[in-house]
């Protein structure tokens, strides 16, 4: 089996499922934690220094307090009240394209969702979440909702503080367990609790996750049918994440609008089989993951 090689916008291939030194693998314990509840905290995922570098490379795309990038508009998501983002720096940025084609996250994202199967890169993005003081529309919280997911198999999302984040901040929130429930309301719709309650009932009886704090190198992981949402930022500074996320490579097309998978021309049922989803992870002869 061979690992694709994609093109990027910059003159030097992409290659997928390079190993980057500063990236563990998720542990047994993990695994089973994050079967049972959707998400899982990850201490010590990734390298602090790795993570030191990321968040330098970030402040020069979005200046040194996250506020600075302008919008590109049609390509970065609509502007949220909840966070100023960025959209793919894995196609800006060496470092980001290093890590999101390693070969560490794919098999992270595999171990995780419980088969030992090859996976795929989809998107990355920068999210911060600037203080309400300073930016009320780019601040608050983020309402309840599961992720967009336009295929028909669970996918992996990696929430990467790249800096200390305290509970103040607005770190993510899971409705623990909720994953269980399959799909519940379109995706990314965000509501607020009492809504996603009379919505969905059963997520009463899911516990809300505990505010947590970070330090560089802790990550979360969540697999798309989780409710989750954010609080506010009302502390002072910038909380800095960034969001890569992953899907096994035989996961098809459902066909529900998705811009960024129908406009590489991939049709209803079809395997994401495109240079811009890169296969970072297969699995060596004969399996052997977990
Ligand atoms: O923390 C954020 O800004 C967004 C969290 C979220 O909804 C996600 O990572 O999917
Ligand atoms: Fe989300």
Not at 153 to 179: C, M, N
Not at 217 to 237: I, L
Request: charged share 25%.
């Amino acid at each position: 089996m061979s690992i694709q090689h994609a093109e990027g916008t910059g003159t030097a291939p992409r290659s997928a499922g390079t190993d980057v030194p500063g990236i563990r693998e998720v542990t047994r314990a993990e695994i089973e934690r994050f079967w049972e509840d959707g998400w899982v905290r990850l201490p010590r995922l990734i390298d602090p220094a790795l993570v030191g570098s990321l968040l330098r490379r970030a402040q020069q795309l979005m200046g040194p307090n996250g506020d600075a990038n302008e919008e590109r508009l049609g390509f970065d998501f609509e502007t949220s009240p909840a966070s100023q983002s960025f959209r793919s720096p894995s196609e800006v940025d060496d470092l980001y394209e290093r890590v999101v084609l390693s070969r560490q996250l794919g098999r992270n994202a595999a171990l995780l969702l419980g088969r030992d199967h090859a996976q795929r890169f989809f998107d990355d993005i920068l999210l911060v979440k600037l203080p309400l003081s300073q930016r009320q529309d780019r601040g608050q919280a983020l309402g309840w909702h599961q992720d967009k997911n336009p295929t028909d198999r669970s996918w992996i999302y990696f929430w990467i503080p790249l800096d200390h984040v305290s509970p103040e901040q607005g770190a993510v929130r899971y409705l623990t367990g909720s994953h269980k429930l399959g799909p519940l309301w379109r995706g990314g719709r965000c509501v607020d609790l009492d809504e996603a309650y009379r919505l969905a009932p059963r997520l009463r009886s899911c516990r809300m996750s505990e505010e947590m704090s970070f330090e560089p190198g802790d990550v979360m992981a969540h697999c798309s049918w989780v409710v989750h949402g954010t609080d506010a930022n009302v502390g002072t500074r910038a909380r800095w994440v960034y969001r890569p996320s992953f899907l096994p490579a035989d996961a098809v097309y459902m066909g529900v609008p998705s811009p960024t998978i129908a406009e590489r021309g991939i049709k209803a049922f079809e395997v994401l089989d495109h240079p811009d989803f890169p296969v970072v992870y297969e699995p060596a002869a004969g399996g052997g993951a977990g």
